[in-house]
């Protein structure tokens, strides 16, 4: 029973650092699909009223948008259903982390 109030414990003490950890969603940072044949300057269009900072095209009509202020994605799914199909979807883009295998010990020969 200790043992469990010392765990619960130490959870909510660090709470805060790993909720920060665990965060892979990056603010104001959205993939687009759009239809086929999309464009960045028809995409554009179809944001007037957002701060866009950077557009990248990652190929295959999908764009990364990255905003000066974050509109929320409930505002960029309203926006791409106004579209007119160019807006096939859009998400947060959420980034993954890798980690690297420890490196072989060094044998003394």
Known sequence: MLTMIL???????FQPAFAKLQRRTPT????FVLKQGGTEKALRSS????QISKV??????TFQVLF???????????KAKKS???IESVQNNLK????????PAQSGF
């Open 84 to 86: 007119k199909k160019l």
């Open 68 to 78: 000066k202020k974050d509109p929320g994605l409930k505002t960029l799914q309203a």
């Open 7 to 13: 765990v619960l414990a130490l959870v909510a003490a």
């Open 47 to 50: 944001l007037k009223g957002t």
């Open 56 to 61: 990248r095209d990652l190929g295959n009509s």
């Open 96 to 103: 993954y982390e890798a980690t690297l295998p420890p490196a």
């Open 28 to 31: 104001a940072d959205y993939v």
